[in-house]
């Protein structure tokens, strides 16, 4: 489910992959028109524990304090909640308990599986951990989906413990192993550190393995590794970096996807990410944007660190190891798995969630992150005028009363938005409509496919005519952005999955040169059930100045 042309295949046609970066994302249909509200009050969930852990009951509207940007602020509502199992018999019509509890909009609950990092392990623990959950974790008014970062949506939101059950079970292992195993061996962090030129030990620890593989790179009797040696650990790190930072990108950016999805639901919501972690060095920016986004729609994502409690993996010996490469080794201790974790730590913190990490329990795991406490608060005030800035939140108690106090952050106090609505994309207006546009040098050719579970797949290679492109020069190099969108619909126009690539091309002449000779050829696999669907092609350049669509009728068996 990705968008193929990894960079071992670049540089294997001399083309450098910071040359030409990819990424695919789940696609997400966006709605035609954005309905906006102006909130007069702010709500703040909040949650008070003693220091056994256990929820705080019996605290009323005076028992706390509530501060915006430093600024004291009256609580003008308040509100209890109570946990109730989604197995508990619901209070009788007319009784008092029925009659006191006010109605309440139902909490949406997103579990989102990284299948594509997690190994098979990991991946068991977590669905295990997930349907014991359901059984003593999702609350009477709760709505969960099933969703991963290779698919998207597996499941809709529903109170089926049944439906959501079966949908865990489907959830398969498509981990990407990253690494290489060829000489000098090279890890994701270390091609992390590498590339970006963050520790110059390890760039010396792996270019001493390769001069133990190669004697003669350096001249046969060097004892310090050469300019020509810790170039070729250089090149070799960029690809792997490149591939790593790919595989990234695409769980940050369908996180991003899955918010806006989740934006127009009325309740509370959640994102509850099972993942094994991730580098997210370099990718701040789109970090920030996944925190942005899910702070604006009130959103909170909580992480579990799928590894559990880990140990410090000791160096793997073998010929190519030297005395050098051993001690950086070493050195390193737990610092690639604590930095795998880096990217669930920060989305969690930023949007007010929790992460739960370094801990074997996922079970716990699970009841922490998706289970609501017996008892927790809902205080509300009047804000100050939207001013379009990120507004810090600080909940405490009053004097007299002792406990932790879990709430959000923050929240972004949006200005009113202005009269004319925002524009959509022609390749978001295209991607379910019907007509037939040719502006952009693109075809495609669909196969049907199978995944490596054997289901049913619609391979599409996508080819761009690189001499029809509209390159612009910039820093001596002929840059592009190429969007393209691929959606199957239903019979009845309805749609069923769908994958967005995206491409940055900076290319030299040298590689302007051989792709206009073969040409660009760019491959995205659409899964789904079988059965007869119309496949709808979208694909853009930079600013959507050419864009073409096309349909294809597909059978998948």
């Not at 930072?245 to 309740?267: E, P, Y």
Request: hydrophobic fraction near 40%.
């Amino acid at each position: 489910m990705a968008l193929a042309a990894p960079a071992a295949v670049l540089t294997a046609q001399g083309i450098d992959p910071k040359e030409m970066r990819m990424s695919a994302t789940v696609y997400v249909p966006k709605p035609a028109a954005t309905i906006r509200s102006e909130a007069r009050l702010v709500d703040v969930g909040v949650v008070v524990r003693d220091n056994r852990g256990h929820a705080v009951s019996g605290l009323t509207k005076a028992d706390f304090q509530v501060r915006d940007n430093g600024k004291p602020r009256e609580v003008t509502a308040f509100s209890v909640r109570h946990f109730e199992p989604a197995g508990a018999a619901a209070p009788r019509a007319g009784s008092i308990a029925a009659a006191m509890r006010p109605p309440e909009k139902p909490r949406y609950v997103a579990l989102v599986f990284d299948d594509l990092g997690m190994p098979f392990d990991d991946l068991s623990h977590a669905r295990a951990a997930a349907r014991r959950f359901l059984q003593s974790g999702m609350g009477a008014g709760d709505r969960v989906a099933v969703l991963t970062v290779s698919s998207g949506l597996l499941l809709g939101f529903t109170a089926d413990t049944a439906a959501i059950e079966q949908a865990i079970d489907k959830v398969a292992l498509r981990e990407r192993k990253l690494e290489w195993n060829g000489c000098p061996r090279l890890q994701p962090y270390d091609a992390y550190v590498i590339a970006n030129q963050i520790d110059l030990a390890a760039v010396e620890a792996k270019a001493d393995e390769l001069m133990a593989c190669e004697p003669d790179i350096c001249g046969g009797h060097a004892r310090q590794p050469c300019p020509l040696a810790i170039e070729r650990v250089r090149n070799l790190a960029g690809v792997l970096w490149e591939q790593t930072r790919m595989q990234s990108r695409n769980i940050i950016l369908t996180l991003r996807n899955f918010i806006v999805s989740m934006s127009k639901l009325d309740g509370s919501r959640v994102i509850l990410l099972a993942s094994s972690g991730f580098l997210s060095g370099t990718l701040e920016s789109e970090m920030d944007d996944v925190a942005e986004q899910a702070l604006r729609t009130g959103l909170v994502i909580n992480s579990l660190d799928a590894k559990g409690l880990y140990v410090v993996d000791a160096p793997e010996p073998g010929e190519r190891t030297t005395a050098k490469s051993t001690i950086y080794d070493l050195g390193l201790g737990s610092r690639p798995k604590e930095s795998s974790n880096d990217g669930m730590a920060n989305v969690a913190e930023a949007t007010g969630g929790l992460f739960f990490h370094n801990r074997s329990d996922l079970e716990m795991g699970f009841r922490e992150l998706g289970m609501q406490p017996e008892t927790s608060y809902v205080l509300g005030y009047v804000p100050d005028p939207p001013d379009g800035k990120f507004h810090g939140l600080k909940v405490s108690l009053t004097s007299g009363h002792r406990g932790s106090v879990q709430s959000r952050m923050g929240y972004m106090a949006v200005a009113a938005p202005p009269e004319t609505p925002a524009p959509v994309r022609r390749i978001d207006r295209e991607a379910l409509g019907g007509s037939q546009l040719d502006e952009a040098p693109v075809k495609v050719v669909v196969k049907p496919d199978k995944l490596e579970d054997g289901k049913p797949a619609a391979r599409l290679a996508i080819q761009w005519d690189v001499n029809r492109i509209d390159f612009k020069l910039r820093d001596g190099a002929r840059t592009q952005h190429l969007d393209m969108v691929a959606a199957l619909l239903d019979g009845n126009g309805n749609f069923v999955t769908g994958r967005e690539g995206v491409v940055e091309l900076a290319l030299s002449e040298a590689s302007f040169t051989r792709l206009s000779q073969g040409g660009l050829t760019l491959v995205l696999r659409l899964d789904a059930p079988p059965g007869t669907y119309q496949l709808r092609l979208v694909a853009a350049d930079d600013g959507e100045a050419h864009v073409s669509a096309s349909t294809l009728a597909v059978e998948l068996k």
